[in-house]
Each structure stands twice: as C-alpha cells, then as structure tokens.
T-cell receptor
C-alpha cells in the first residue's frame, strides 16, 4: 500500500529566507508521480510542483524546488526567498502508475515571519 | 475556463437528514475525484470517476455515501442519514489524465448538528 509521511506538523521561516519541508513515501511500484500542493487559509488547494519518478532531475518552479531521493523514498520541498504569501498548509502526495488513488500526507503548516 | 466549482460552499444540516453536493470539473477533464478533509488532515480519497464510470470507491465509505457523474460532466455526492462524524470539508478535484496534477475546487463544508 502507498503511504506518505510528513513528519513536520508546523514550520516557521523568516521572510526572504529558505525553508525545506520534508516528505517520505512508500510504494512498491517502480513508476509513480509525486506532488506538492499548497492550501492557503480558507482557499482552495493548488499544485506547487510535480515530479515524475523516472526523471532523475529535480523539478523546479521558480522559487520552489524539490530534492528527490528515490532510493531513500524522500521528496522534500525547498522554498527560496520566502514570501508572506507562501504561508499555507503544504501537502505531499503520491500517485502510483496504473492506479487512480492519490495518497496525501497529513500536511505541514508553514508560517512566514515578517 | 473557470476552474473546478462546487456547490454549496457551506451546508448545515441536522443529524439524519440527507445532503447532496455538486461538483463541476474543468470541462476537458475526464477524471474526477471526491475527497473528505477534516481539520489538520490531508484529503482522504472517497471515490474516482473516469468519464461517467465510477472506477474506485474507498472502503472507508459506508453505504450512506453515493456518487454519480451522469454523462461524464458534473458529479454529485449524496450522504444519506447524516451523522455528526460526517462533518468535514468535501473536496472535488479533476485531472486531465493519468499522472497529471489535480485541480481542486473550493470545497463544501458540511456541519452536522
């Protein structure tokens, strides 16, 4: 069975600094996809970044990048130059190829301090 | 393209009543998902449609829950004989294909009194 674990319930970062959110996952599949989603307070969830497991290169989207360690089954999110608008819940999710079910972690609440 | 919409945004009901929620996905997306999210938790998978076919349903769902997606367009989620434990945010998401990201709606917050 797929599992996704986010061990940091809450993180804080100073504005303009860098923060890394952790995520580990477990799957028996060799082909899968990993995602980070952001859920701002009282707003809908949006995609931050997506990684295909067969790609060794880490995905990047502007200030957001991942550190994908396939052997360790680790998928951390790095946010550079943190902004006040980055404050949100961040969810890590996985999807194994050939299945329909996305599995989400319990989330990390990110606070950005001015 | 206005994104995924859900209606209503909030619903307060008394225990034992039936409720129905609607989701309108992004029009070209053939995949539609329903999730339940409680405070401080991640979305919990409820069911999945590909076009009009319901291909997977969580074993966590009791028989009181049913979902439909007639004609592969909008979807409805019905909860019969609501219980206080059903109080949660119900999220709908659509996706354009396998392995692609999901686009979430704003959710319907259900409160059962």
């Amino acid at each position: 069975a797929q599992t996704v674990t986010q061990s940091q319930p809450e993180m804080s970062v100073q504005e303009a600094e860098t923060v890394t959110l952790s995520c580990t996952y477990d799957t028996s599949e060799s082909d899968y996809y990993l995602f980070w989603y952001k859920q701002p307070p009282s707003r809908q969830m949006i995609l931050v970044i997506r990684q295909e497991a067969y790609k060794q290169q880490n995905a990047t989207e502007n200030r957001f990048s991942v550190n994908f360690q396939k052997a360790a089954k680790s998928f951390s999110l790095k946010i550079s130059d943190s902004q006040l608008g980055d404050a949100a819940m961040y969810f890590c999710a996985s999807l194994s190829s050939g299945t329909y079910k996305y599995i989400f972690g319990t989330g990390t609440r990110l606070k950005v301090l001015a | 393209d206005t994104g995924v919409s859900q209606d209503p945004r909030h619903k307060i009901t008394k225990r034992g009543q039936n409720v129905t929620f609607r989701c309108d996905p992004i029009s070209e997306h053939n995949r539609l998902y329903w999730y339940r999210q409680t405070l401080g938790q991640g979305p919990e998978f409820l069911t999945y449609f590909q076009n009009e076919a319901q291909l997977e349903k969580s074993r966590l769902l009791s028989d009181r829950f049913s979902a439909e997606r007639p004609k592969g367009s909008f979807s409805t989620l019905e909860i019969q004989r609501t219980e206080q434990g059903d109080s949660a945010m119900y999220l709908c998401a659509s996706s354009p294909g396998q392995g692609r990201e999901q686009y979430f709606g704003p959710g319907t917050r259900l409160t059962v009194t």
